[in-house]
C-alpha cells in the first residue's frame, strides 16, 4: 500500500475521526478510489448517494475504499457532507495536502472520481463517476481501466 500511503502522508481519517494507516494489512491489494467532492455542488450532492449504494453493495467483494477529498469552503460544511459518506477522508485542515492531490490528478472540476492501484499508487480509472453513475452501474467490469 506504500504507493497511496505515501501519496497521503498519514492524513487519512475514519468516520470516528482517528487516524487511519494505509500501510494496514487490511488495505493491501484494495482499490483507492480518491473522491473529489464539496457539499456545496449541485452534482456531487446528487452523486454521493449513487456512490454510497454502489460502496455498500460492492467494497467488500471487490476490494476497494474510498477516500473523500473535499473542495468545501469550511469545516462545518465538510463535516455536515462527509456525514452522509461511509468511507475514509483526508483530514479537512489538510488543505495544501487536498490542493497537491488535486493537482497530480488533474481535477478541474467536481464531483470527480479517480481508481488508484492501493499498493502501486498507479493510476487505474480517471473517469470512474460516469462508470458508476452510469456505464456500469452493477460494478462488473470494477476496477474499470481508462481507455
Request: glycine share 4%; net charge negative; hydrophobic share 35%.
Amino acid at each position: 500500500m506504500a504507493g497511496v500511503a505515501k501519496l497521503f502522508d498519514g492524513h487519512i481519517l475514519n468516520k470516528s475521526k482517528e487516524l487511519v494507516d494505509l500501510n494496514d494489512e487490511k488495505y493491501k491489494d484494495k482499490v483507492i478510489g480518491l473522491y473529489f467532492s464539496a457539499h456545496w455542488c449541485p452534482p456531487c450532492r446528487s452523486f454521493t448517494p449513487v456512490l454510497v449504494e454502489f460502496y455498500k453493495t460492492h467494497a467488500e467483494e471487490k476490494k476497494f475504499e474510498i477516500i473523500f477529498i473535499s473542495s468545501d469552503n469550511d469545516e462545518d460544511s465538510f463535516n455536515e457532507y462527509y456525514n452522509d459518506m461511509p468511507w475514509l477522508a483526508l483530514d479537512y485542515n489538510e488543505r495544501t495536502k487536498a490542493e497537491e492531490i488535486e493537482k497530480k490528478f488533474n481535477v478541474t472540476g467536481i464531483p470527480k472520481f479517480v481508481l488508484l492501484d492501493g499498493n502501486s499508487g498507479d493510476t487505474i480509472c480517471t473517469d470512474a463517476r460516469n462508470r458508476v453513475q452510469s456505464e456500469d452501474t452493477k460494478g462488473e467490469n470494477f476496477p474499470w481501466k481508462s481507455s
